[in-house]
């Protein structure tokens, strides 16, 4: 089967994950993750893209994003995980040792209502639900606690939200997430559908002639 044709549009947001080759933990201890969020800080500079939520697990990252104009998707993207790797093997001295991630990045658009809520919530649970933590804003490698308990420069990572964020946010991140609501949102990243309301979904497909059969090779261990 041939690659899923790669939506690179500007505003709208995007769901977007990587995980490593073969599933290999390779963010052990404090200095591996603080490693990932100062490429991604460079990223987000380099190409001002707007970062929405993230969440950097031992052996895969979501990051929902917005990018401004198209093709800044792709040229963060590529950057991001290029960098990345390149850095990643010479810290650890492991050149010529072959790709760190299993392949491309997978994403999908969101629709900007409740679907963005629920897509954030998602990404920022992904610890919790993982059993990392016990509370999803104490993961420290995630936008959760970057917007609870970080400084007014680790904020500086963060863009406000295209909508306003519930009062009881907080509450509801650490509370089980709906199984129709969470299924809606695996189905997303196994099938490469949008995430969306049907009839938002629909026109997504049509306008960008997707197609939403494209498998996900294999799910991420330790959250998903």
């Known amino acids: 089967?041939?690659?899923?044709?790669?939506?690179?549009?500007?505003?709208?947001?995007?769901?977007?994950?990587?995980?490593?080759?073969?599933?290999?933990?390779?963010?052990?201890?404090?200095?591996?993750?603080?490693?990932?969020?100062?490429?991604?800080?460079?990223?987000?500079?380099?190409?001002?893209?707007?970062?929405?939520?993230?969440?950097?697990?031992?052996?895969?990252?979501?990051?929902?994003?917005?990018?401004?104009?198209?093709?800044?998707?792709?040229?963060?993207?590529?950057?991001?995980?290029?960098?990345?790797?390149?850095?990643?093997?010479?810290s650890k001295e492991t050149r010529g040792q072959g790709h760190l991630y299993q392949g491309r990045y997978k994403s999908f658009l969101c629709q900007e209502d409740n679907h963005f809520i629920s897509l954030a919530r998602y990404v920022e649970r992904n610890a919790l639900k993982a059993n990392l933590i016990g509370k999803a804003e104490k993961w420290k490698w995630g936008s959760a606690y970057r917007r609870e308990y970080g400084t007014s420069k680790q904020k500086e990572l963060l863009s406000s939200w295209p909508m306003q964020k519930p009062k009881d946010y907080l509450v509801w991140l650490n509370q089980p997430q709906l199984d129709d609501e969470e299924s809606a949102i695996r189905k997303s990243i196994k099938r490469g559908n949008p995430y969306g309301g049907s009839r938002w979904s629909e026109r997504i497909i049509k306008n960008f002639s997707l197609e939403t059969t494209v498998r996900f090779r294999g799910r991420p261990k330790k959250g998903s």
């Open 1 to 90: 089967m041939g690659r899923a044709l790669r939506i690179d549009v500007g505003n709208y947001i995007y769901h977007v994950l990587n995980r490593v080759n073969a599933c290999v933990q390779i963010f052990n201890n404090d200095k591996d993750y603080q490693f990932f969020e100062q490429v991604l800080t460079e990223a987000k500079e380099r190409y001002g893209m707007r970062l929405l939520a993230y969440s950097v697990m031992p052996n895969h990252w979501h990051l929902v994003v917005y990018p401004r104009g198209n093709g800044d998707l792709s040229k963060f993207m590529s950057w991001l995980t290029l960098t990345h790797t390149q850095r990643w093997h010479a």
